[in-house]
């Protein structure tokens, strides 16, 4: 069963294995010599940083740091007591950090560690020795390809390690903000494509990991998050060097735009023209107290992505919208080779908007009306057609699966999604804006959803949990909307409709409490509201 399985493992297995007198000696065995090279590990670092923790108050390492004995070429746990008043070479530190996270990724300090020891800086104090000649321009430890080689290889022990998700994260923003503040002040298309290109392959290999991890589990949500994180950066870049063609030569710009390679769609590039604002938060923080932080104020102030010229000129962008088209086309793939998939239908949920948005501007460039606003009417026609084609999708879901909660949830999503109400968010016009044939419209779809529900539930012999709520939920919207019908002068109001309905609404409720008696209170609940 499903429950059996943890992580990819069976769990009845894997304590069977435990209960085996030699594999619990050899894993003991195994813990002992981890933890042993963990305690040279720290003990190196404190004599590094002159006893003192990372942050204020760190010190340097000595001016001229003896050079390592060729003893020291290998880390073992032997090293504390022969280094008593000794500096470690950077590379060897590293070697262990790699050493101990390949057998287990999940200790955060140790990533701190190593990333500590990649930046060769604490406090703006060196520590790297003068005499290490494998470093990169910049004079740190870090290279890319050594450290998604090793998070890849700790992923694939434990897929669910935060602090290997979390130094991927960070590798790739430092990697290209690095390469990308190196890059020169005249502007060069043949440069500019180039870095396009470089920037893109690196962020394509990265989907494509993580298409290979969510084959493995498509539900790791924390490959999901990252496969977020590795979108912002895509978008941002993308948006980066529009910015350096748009602009000609660089110094033609007032500043450079900065990279908030933070994982984020930031806020005001995504403001639409339906007054929504689609937003994904940041990942990693950027506004650290300290020296930097004036630094990370600038990347916030100058992102290229903050600063573009608005989501409707974005998503007009053939390689910006692919991008995005990309992602939606994932997550159909991924529901409809598992309708449980919870994580698909979340992330769908954060893309719908931005699919709404372009078809909306595509509407809007057409001949016969790039010389017009879109009117409200028209651009709820788009909503419908959006929303008609999502609740078709679900539905095969929910008559597949009808007691997978998973489907339902985003049923109910759309439900409320499609509501012409929702075009008059974050605006000061009211319902008095909704015309009569819009909510017409919104309220024939939830007649044809009840009566689709009403088949499965009586398909189901009237024991469909699922369905019974989302019939509630359908039928409670109606009443609300039948309530204004002095204001809307829909049809179909009648006081007997209004009275079947309630009569229906009822008996989802009455069932309810039969099959579902763990909930009874809140049944109750709903009915008194």
Not at 25 to 48: E, I
Not at 241 to 255: C, F, K, P, V, Y
Not at 428 to 440: F, K, L, N, Y
């Amino acid at each position: 069963t499903k429950r059996d399985i943890m992580h990819g493992r069976n769990r009845v297995k894997y304590k069977a294995q435990l209960a085996n007198p030699e594999v619990a000696a050899n894993l003991s065995k195994k813990a002992l010599t981890w933890n042993a090279l963990t305690k040279d590990l720290l003990s190196r670092r404190q004599q590094n940083f002159g006893g003192v923790g990372v942050g204020v108050g760190a010190s340097a390492p000595p001016s001229a740091p003896p050079v390592p004995s060729p003893s020291d070429s290998t880390p073992t746990a032997t090293h504390t007591s022969t280094l008593t008043h000794t500096y470690t070479d950077p590379t060897i530190l590293l070697q262990l950090t790699e050493k101990l996270l390949t057998v287990n990724p999940d200790p955060s300090h140790l990533w701190n560690h190593r990333r500590e020891l990649l930046l060769g800086k604490v406090n703006g104090s060196s520590t790297v020795d003068p005499t290490v000649t494998n470093r990169a321009e910049d004079g740190s430890l870090f290279t890319v390809g050594d450290e998604l080689a090793l998070t890849a290889t700790c992923l694939q022990r434990n897929p669910k390690a935060y602090g290997a998700w979390f130094h991927r994260k960070w590798c790739l923003r430092h990697h290209l903000r690095r390469i990308n503040s190196n890059t020169s002040t005249t502007c060069d298309p043949n440069t500019d494509d180039a870095e396009r290109v470089r920037d893109s392959g690196l962020l394509t290999g990265e989907l494509a990991l993580c298409s290979k991890f969510l084959l493995m589990d498509n539900r790791n949500f924390h490959c999901w998050n990252f496969r977020r994180f590795v979108v912002g950066c895509a978008l941002e870049m993308t948006s980066y060097h529009m910015m350096l063609n748009e602009n000609g030569s660089r110094h033609d710009m007032a500043e450079k735009p900065g990279l908030r390679l933070d994982g984020s769609w930031n806020n005001s590039a995504f403001q639409n023209e339906l007054g929504g604002v689609i937003t994904m938060g940041p990942q990693i923080a950027t506004s650290p107290s300290g020296q930097n932080a004036k630094e990370c104020e600038n990347e916030l102030s100058t992102s290229a992505l903050a600063n573009s010229h608005g989501c409707c000129l974005r998503l007009r962008d053939g390689t910006w919208f692919q991008i995005i088209q990309n992602e939606w086309d994932f997550t159909t793939e991924k529901i409809e080779s598992n309708f449980s998939n919870c994580s698909a239908f979340h992330y769908r949920s954060k893309l719908i908007p931005l699919l709404l948005q372009h078809r909306i501007d595509q509407k809007q460039r057409s001949d016969e009306k790039q010389h017009e606003l879109i009117s409200l009417e028209e651009r709820y026609e788009e909503v419908v057609l959006l929303a008609r084609e999502e609740l078709e999708m679900v539905q095969q879901a929910i008559f597949t699966e009808p007691d997978d909660q998973t489907a339902w949830w985003y049923h109910r999503f759309m439900i409320v999604w499609a509501s012409p109400s929702r075009l008059l968010e974050s605006s000061t016009s009211d319902d008095s804006c909704i015309s009569q044939a819009m909510m017409q419209t919104y309220v024939d779809i939830l007649k044809e959803e009840a009566e689709s529900i009403e088949e499965l539930v009586e398909a189901e012999d009237g024991r469909c949990k699922w369905g019974l709520l989302a019939c509630h939920m359908i039928l409670g919207t109606l009443l609300g909307l039948y309530s204004k019908n002095g204001d809307l002068g829909m049809a179909g109001t009648e006081e007997c409709v209004i009275d079947e309905t309630k009569r229906k609404a009822e008996e989802c409720l009455n069932t309810l409490t039969l099959i579902d008696s763990d909930r009874v209170v809140r049944y109750h609940g709903l009915r008194s509201g």
